[in-house]
């Protein structure tokens, strides 16, 4: 339907009437007590998660937290002071391992499983998702029964055979490597399991039109699949790496030489036998410290955890 329009020249012209429908609002409009009701439990979902932060990082800024635990929280806490952090970055426990060598372990440790579960797990993933081989069913179902065993009910067969690899002065066990390979056991079903999810939304026209364009299976999987999957890569990795920043029980349970030991570790030798005897400052400015870098992990990585990067890929 249209409505005519005699322009400055006479000449008429037809100009589209807008039908009713089209600028109407869809939907009911939010009255002014839904609105309030909403934001009072965002509100409250804030303050819960934040709350615990600005507790830990009082408490970190709180000479007093060395003595005695404090009970309620002050945002600048009565002297006020970095003497926790200075004292965490010169020793950080009685051990003698200094916080960079810590601070290296984890990150090999994190950044080695994460990588690892990725690689492997983006090849996988892609094999049984895209490929019908005999098995293919039985190994799907052996990699959700891993996903579903509990972590703590694999430590006593690692610990074995681990135990078992020894070359010369080296034992596999007692090392960063042997944690590294024993984290893997869980994180790379994970992988397979979420980057499989993912690539079967992907659709198949897409390589298949690469196909036709002329590149090889290795290219499509390269070109086309791989930068449509990012943001399932990137928070597999992301995951696998904050598996491996904050794993202890693995460590906790292998490692006995100090140069090995990782921040979680050093974080559980900072507690005392009672809350009374635990130097609570100099915990909350270690907890800090090992949050910061999933912090910076996170935010480098922002970009790339929205979905939706196939919408509109389709030839044509």
Same mark, same amino acid.
């Given at each position: 339907?249209?409505?005519?329009?005699v @322009?400055?020249?006479?000449?008429?012209?037809?100009?589209?009437?807008?039908?009713?429908?089209? =600028?109407?609002?869809?939907?009911?409009?939010?009255?002014?007590?839904k609105q309030?009701i909403?934001?009072? %439990?965002?509100?409250?979902?804030?303050?819960t998660v934040?709350?615990?932060i600005?507790?830990?990082?009082?408490?970190s800024?709180?000479?007093?937290?060395d003595?005695?635990?404090?009970?309620?929280? &002050?945002l600048?806490?009565p002297?006020? @002071?970095?003497?926790?952090?200075?004292?965490?970055l010169?020793?950080?426990?009685? &051990?003698?391992?200094s916080?960079p060598?810590l601070?290296?372990?984890?990150?090999?440790?994190a950044a080695?499983s994460?990588?690892?579960s990725?690689?492997?797990?983006?090849f996988?993933?892609?094999?049984? @998702?895209?490929?019908?081989f005999?098995?293919?069913? +039985?190994?799907?179902?052996?990699?959700?029964?891993?996903?579903i065993?509990?972590?703590?009910a694999?430590?006593?067969?690692? $610990? +074995?055979?681990?135990n078992?690899?020894i070359?010369?002065?080296? &034992? !596999?066990?007692n090392? !960063?490597l042997g944690?590294?390979?024993?984290?893997?056991?869980t994180l790379?079903?994970?992988s397979?399991?979420?980057?499989?999810?993912?690539?079967?939304? %992907?659709?198949?026209?897409?390589e298949?039109?690469?196909?036709?364009?002329?590149?090889?299976?290795?290219?499509t999987?390269?070109? %086309?699949?791989l930068?449509?999957?990012t943001?399932?890569?990137?928070i597999t990795?992301?995951?696998? $790496?904050? =598996?491996?920043?904050?794993?202890?029980?693995?460590?906790?349970? $292998?490692?006995?030489?100090?140069d090995?030991?990782?921040?979680?570790?050093?974080?559980? &030798?900072?507690t005392?036998?009672?809350?009374?005897?635990?130097?609570?400052s100099h915990?909350?400015?270690? @907890?800090?410290?090992?949050?910061?870098? +999933?912090?910076?992990?996170?935010?480098?990585l922002?970009?790339?955890?929205?979905?939706?990067?196939?919408?509109?890929?389709?030839?044509g």
């Amino acid at each position: 339907m249209s409505e005519t329009t005699v @322009s400055t020249t006479g000449v008429a012209i037809a100009k589209p009437k807008v039908a009713y429908a089209e =600028s109407h609002i869809v939907g009911q409009e939010m009255t002014l007590l839904k609105q309030i009701i909403f934001q009072l %439990i965002l509100l409250f979902i804030t303050f819960t998660v934040i709350f615990p932060i600005l507790w830990v990082v009082s408490m970190s800024v709180d000479p007093r937290a060395d003595v005695l635990r404090p009970t309620t929280l &002050n945002l600048i806490p009565p002297g006020f @002071s970095l003497k926790a952090y200075i004292d965490i970055l010169q020793k950080p426990t009685t &051990n003698p391992v200094s916080l960079p060598i810590l601070f290296l372990n984890s990150l090999l440790l994190a950044a080695g499983s994460s990588f690892a579960s990725v690689m492997v797990g983006v090849f996988a993933a892609y094999a049984f @998702s895209r490929f019908k081989f005999r098995g293919r069913q +039985v190994l799907m179902l052996a990699v959700i029964a891993v996903l579903i065993l509990p972590n703590v009910a694999t430590l006593a067969p690692l $610990f +074995v055979l681990l135990n078992r690899v020894i070359i010369g002065d080296f &034992n !596999l066990r007692n090392s !960063l490597l042997g944690v590294g390979l024993a984290l893997l056991t869980t994180l790379l079903p994970f992988s397979i399991w979420n980057l499989k999810g993912y690539i079967d939304t %992907i659709p198949k026209e897409l390589e298949e039109a690469a196909l036709i364009d002329g590149c090889s299976p290795n290219q499509t999987f390269f070109r %086309i699949m791989l930068p449509l999957a990012t943001p399932a890569i990137a928070i597999t990795a992301f995951l696998g $790496f904050m =598996s491996g920043w904050t794993e202890f029980y693995l460590s906790w349970q $292998f490692l006995t030489h100090p140069d090995n030991f990782t921040l979680a570790m050093t974080l559980y &030798n900072m507690t005392g036998q009672f809350a009374s005897s635990t130097p609570w400052s100099h915990f909350s400015a270690m @907890s800090v410290i090992i949050a910061l870098p +999933v912090s910076v992990v996170y935010l480098a990585l922002q970009k790339y955890m929205s979905g939706g990067l196939t919408i509109g890929g389709v030839k044509g």
